[in-house]
Antibody, heavy 122, light 109 residues
Framework: QVQLQESGPGLVQPSQTLSLTCTVSGDSISSGTYYWNWIRQLPGKGLEWIGYIYYSGSTYYNPSFQSLVTMSVDTSKNQFSLKLRSVTAADTAIYYC??????????????WGQGALVTVSS | EIVLTQSPGTLSLSPGERATLSCRASQSVSNNYVAWFQQKPGQAPRLLMYGASSRATGTPDRFSGSGSGTDFTLTISRLEPEDFAVYYC??????????FGQGTKVEIK
């Protein structure tokens, strides 16, 4: 069974960089079968797709985050990461990592991490 | 970007009743690639349906999905106590960005 686990600081100061890592178990990122995504949920609100990274390092970011987000992958550790720069209180959210299917369904998220609450506050 | 609008915002029903949730897209969804997720408090969303009408592994058959183009529906034939939750639709047709609806809460009446 595939499992994903987010980790990183729960508190980030305004204007700083939010950094999270997702560790994958039960599957190998380097298999190249799936896409690896970040999704966030603002407090009491809906879900927002941030972007994905492939095992090769290729990425696709939601234009809403384009200039502020960077994703990276470390296949040796079976991890992928998110960096979101210049955060404000509006970036306070639960951040999820999720696996995306392959082929035409690469936007279908079948396994999710439990989520990491990140609060932006001084 | 495709905008998904879910209705109603909240559905108040009793166990054993039928629930009908709607998801309308601002433009046609390629290949009817619409998924439905269930989210309970403190948990991550769980994939229920994909391709508008296919059940994900472990989804009970009281859940069914239908629709095409811009109008999609999730139906729960008879509500069980564990079905009271928030439900989100998501489109993953064509190129990103992929988007979610704002959610429908199914609460106990």
């Amino acid at each position: 069974q595939v499992q994903l686990q987010e980790s990183g600081p729960g508190l980030v100061q305004p204007s700083q960089t939010l950094s999270l890592t997702c560790t994958v178990s039960g599957d190998s990122i380097s298999s190249g079968t799936y896409y690896w995504n970040w999704i966030r949920q603002l407090p009491g609100k809906g879900l927002e797709w941030i972007g994905y990274i492939y095992y090769s390092g290729s990425t696709y970011y939601n234009p809403s985050f384009q200039s502020l987000v960077t994703m990276s992958v470390d296949t040796s550790k079976n991890q992928f990461s998110l960096k979101l720069r210049s955060v404000t209180a509006a970036d306070t959210a639960i951040y999820y990592c999720a696996r995306g299917q392959s082929g035409y369904s690469y936007g279908l998220f079948d396994f999710w991490g439990q989520g990491a609450l990140v609060t932006v506050s001084s | 970007e495709i905008v998904l609008t879910q209705s109603p915002g909240t559905l108040s029903l009793s166990p054993g009743e039928r629930a009908t949730l709607s998801c309308r897209a601002s433009q046609s969804v390629s290949n009817n690639y619409v998924a439905w997720f269930q989210q309970k408090p403190g948990q991550a969303p769980r994939l229920l349906m994909y391709g508008a009408s296919s059940r994900a592994t472990g989804t009970p058959d009281r859940f069914s999905g239908s629709g095409s183009g811009t109008d999609f529906t999730l139906t729960i034939s008879r509500l069980e106590p564990e079905d009271f939750a928030v439900y989100y639709c998501q489109q993953y047709g064509g190129s990103p960005p992929w988007t979610f609806g704002q959610g429908t809460k199914v609460e106990i009446k």
